[in-house]
């Protein structure tokens, strides 16, 4: 059946990424520091100050920055890979191959961010249960945590592979990332949830696909809101749906100039 | 201080402590504890004079000692032991002002600055030696001449051709008109054209400016057109110091010929001198004795056999040579 | 050395130093497009975050006594500082990886002392948009804050010798232990992070860290109070630290190229 190349592709992508064990652990201390740091920032902005998001206590923000720096983290990364292949041509070696690009390089992800994953997650909830102690959770609420937190890395895939994509008619994408990288951090709601913002900002997060990667499935984890699961899990897949047309729209449109221009 | 000798190297070893692991879980185990250390003589007590002016090969198999040696004569590593000077100074105490009277090409590694075109690398160059401008432009027109590089002066680096690069490259490392000239593996890649360019080219500076060229390389073709005299490493020891002559001589007395002939050949093959070490309907894999055998019999008695409709001559592989200098017991 | 051939090493070193970033320059200006948009889109990225930071101080007035005009000024000299190390000195955060492929090689065979080499024959174009915000910054900071412009100038030098220099001796690690590269981007990496948020964020053994180890506090938590108020012995104690980073990179860098030219690390490539 067509599907389990590519589980095997992912399967032998998740091995291979953990041989690189040691660096892996090794890259856990950024983690570890940007939540110190996160952390004792916010001791300062919600002491005297009173700098305080509504319903989001102590000990619900420092889980809440785990969960959305352990996303952010947690994430391979494609994009130098894609960008590459494309520069060089060798995107086009796929077309003669029985399976879709964006398929291959989809299953390589996620061989890649399941170990990212495991490996962050583990760090993140044990700082956090020694920094604030464990957070009420059911396990109905995990498992559906965890469809938000697939669909999020599902939904960075395809923004990652939509901007690297453009390589095709950019010299240069990395630039683009740079912007991505800070647009999660702004909409994304990296460092605060979307309540804090001004009301027009907000707004604006919420409209992009941004505050799906991380701050939907992080304040999931610190205030569930079951009614609105529904509606939460139907915007991601929405987006994954436009972004996943337009990432098959622009490979089909890039390889087609490829051919034309031969490389 | 001699003036004469341009490479001086007396009982000069290197010893490596390489850590050992044990194979195995146990032995992983047992490494992180304490690593066990093997010592590698990759240098074993050489001995040798290269005057100034000489045209020099070094050969020998991968790992016998060739790059190591080589990093201490340019001061990169030091010695366990031993002795060497070059063009008086030793290399690693005085490697800085070593680095002015030496030039070194390394296959792998490129000087010239991909995105830019040659001019500017060597320009940069010029900078880096700090050789003053009425010295460097004036060299540079020589070079440029000689080299015939004025037609891709101004072209980016990236769109030029290897034989094109190696010769900016070999140009760039006489900028600064050294004493002594490393090279290593410097025909590698290239096609027969373009190694016949190199070889010229290095052959001339030799004789015009009695600049000491040093070669490595594989490639026996570099070591015949360029070099008078070859010294053999391996293992760590000097094993021959004669001359491409006396090599030629005594030990590339063989030369491999394949052959593709329109017809399959029928019968034994019987030509004097050669034997057959491959035959597949017309193609043939034949080694010729050139010490008995001419080329021009052996050609004559193919040409008899059927039309050849292709023919590839081939010398003795360096390893080949080395091989046969062990089996003539020395 | 008579004191006139040492000012002669010193001009030929800055020359020397100057004649990279040009060729550097040149060889990014071949693509143009790149150029434009690398410069353009880091000075976009950096104004991300002081928006962020006036989201932030909109809801609070100061953080520990911080207000959004120190938060500008540390940014202003962190992008100033970190643009000028990587504009110039393109190789300092990558210099575990040259080190372990035996790259080094090349510039030990030049008459160059090999550790300046090796950092401008590099050169990271996006610098310069670090450079134009810093710029920018500044200029956000107010027409009062002008005067503490030649002061912000000399501080974002000393800044970027103080970055580089850590770089270099986070570096060195690659003479001596494996893994070098990522323990010198995860140390490289908290710098940075501690230098983009405010000093009263961090108390106690933290504090001292950053005035020791992770020297953020040299690098901008000092320059900021120089903008507040000058005093002359702040300004002297940063450039004390920055010489003595660089003496100590030297330094790191020579023993790391002892063990180097031993061949200890020969073994990996043998």
New interface residues.
Partial sequence: MGASKYIHIGRINFLAKTAYMGDLLLGTTFYTLILFVFVQLWRVLGGPSGLVVEGFGYREMVWYLTASEAIMLGRARIQDDISDEVKTGAIAYSLGRPYHYLGFKFACYWGETAVRMLVHIAVGIAIALLAVGPIQVTAVQLGALAVSVTLALILNFLIVACISLLAFWVEDTVPFFWIYGKLLFVLGGLFAPVELYPEALARAARASPFNYVLYVPARMLVRFDAAAWGNTIAAQLGWIAVLGALAVGLYSLGVRRLNVNGG | MDDVTAIKVRDLV?V????HKRPGLAGSLRAIVRTEHVD?R?VDGVTFSVEEGETVAFIGPN?AGKS?TI?ML?????PTSGEATVTGMTP?KQ???L??S?G?V?GQ?S?L????PPR?TFE?LA????LPVSQWKPRLTTLADRFELRAFMDT?VRKLSLGQRMRCEIAASLLHAPRVLFLDEPTVGLDVMAKRAIRDLVLEMNREEGVTVLLTSHDVGDIEQVCRRVMVINHGHLVLDTTVAALRRDFMKSKTVRVRLDSPVEGILNIPGVEVLKRKRGNLKLLVNTATTSMDDVLAHLMQLGTIEDITIADPSTEQIIAEIYASGR | MSTAGRTGAVTSQVRFVWEHFKFNLAAAMEYKAGFVSQVVFMLLNDMFLLFFWWIVFRRVSSIGGWTFQHVIAMHATLATSFGISVAVFGNSQGLPRIIAEGQLDYYLLLPRDPLLHVLVSRSDISGLGDVAFGIVAMALLGRERLSSLPVLCITALAGAAIFTSFNVIAGTLAFFVGHAQTISDQVGNALITFSTYPEPVFKGAVRVLLYTLLPAGFMVYLPVRLVSAFDPFVLAAILSFAAASIAAAGWAFRRGLKRYESGSLVVVRM
């Fill in positions: 290197k490596f402590k390489v850590a590698v990759a790992g190591t990093k340019t001061g990169i590593l030091y690693w490697r800085q002002r680095s002015r030496i070194c390394f590694r000087q600055w991909y995105h830019l500017d940069l900078h880096v030696y700090e980016p």
